[in-house]
T-cell receptor
Framework: GDSVTQMEGPVTLSEEACLTI???????????LFWYVQYPGEGLQLLLK?????DKGSNKGFEATYRKETTSFHLEKGSVQVSDSAVYFC?????????????FGGGTRVLVKP | ETGVTQSPTHLIKTRGQQVTLRCSSQ?????VSWYQQALGQGPQFIFQ???????GRGNFPPRFSGLQFPNYSSELNVNALELDDSALYLC?????????????FGPGTRLLVL
């Protein structure tokens, strides 16, 4: 079945450091790929998405490129802030018999220190 | 524009009881999905409703059931609660059930089963 694997955390960084969170997926066909962010005590917020190979999603300084050849969708930010401290989830979605369910990775906790 | 709302925010039940969680979808959205997020894990797909019909189900037992109403709001019902049902329950709505459609999440209902 479909699956998403992302690097385990926690990832601890200093403010203004570069962030990369690796995400790889296993799926047949052509899934859409998403990054969601979850702040403490809250639900999930969409950070960015890409719907086809070589698409780049970007938002709030974060970027991720849909690489079909390596089945990856790594999240990057050039200069993190304390406010970026959160849990980040990589996910995929396909139209199947089970509707367009999202399949999530296990999440990566990021802590940015001042 | 009102986002996805869920009620209640927190709930404590005892094993064997039944619970109903509620979700109001974002304006104009006809598709609602429910997810269970255990502590420290990624969300797991429970089921999806599209125009009042179940449109896919994850690997959850029949004691997890749902409804979608004509205004596209939704309920999740869980019978015969077990300790392992303790989790954050997330509702997400989308414009349609297509694979590339973005799902927008509510803040969740945190259920504790004692």
């Amino acid at each position: 079945g479909d699956s998403v694997t992302q690097m385990e955390g926690p990832v601890t960084l200093s403010e203004e450091a570069c962030l990369t969170i690796n995400c790889t997926y296993t799926a047949t066909g052509y899934p859409s790929l998403f990054w969601y962010v979850q702040y403490p005590g809250e639900g999930l917020q969409l950070l960015l998405k890409a719907t086809k190979a070589d698409d780049k999603g970007s938002n709030k300084g974060f970027e991720a490129t849909y690489r079909k050849e390596t089945t990856s969708f790594h999240l990057e930010k050039g200069s993190v802030q304390v406010s970026d401290s959160a849990v980040y989830f990589c996910a995929l979605s396909k139209i199947k018999a089970a509707g367009n369910k999202l399949t999530f990775g296990g999440g990566t906790r990021v802590l940015v220190k001042p | 524009e009102t986002g996805v709302t869920q009620s209640p925010t927190h709930l404590i039940k005892t094993r064997g009881q039944q619970v109903t969680l509620r979700c109001s979808s974002q304006s104009g959205h006809n598709t609602v999905s429910w997810y269970q997020q255990a502590l420290g894990q990624g969300p797991q797909f429970i089921f999806q409703y599209y125009r009042e019909e179940e449109n896919g189900r994850g690997n959850f037992p029949p004691r997890f059931s749902g409804l979608q109403f004509p205004n596209y709001s939704s309920e999740l019902n869980v019978n015969a609660l077990e300790l392992d049902d303790s989790a954050l329950y997330l509702c997400a709505s989308s414009l349609a059930a297509g694979g590339s459609e973005t799902q927008y999440f509510g803040p969740g209902t945190r259920l504790l089963v004692l």
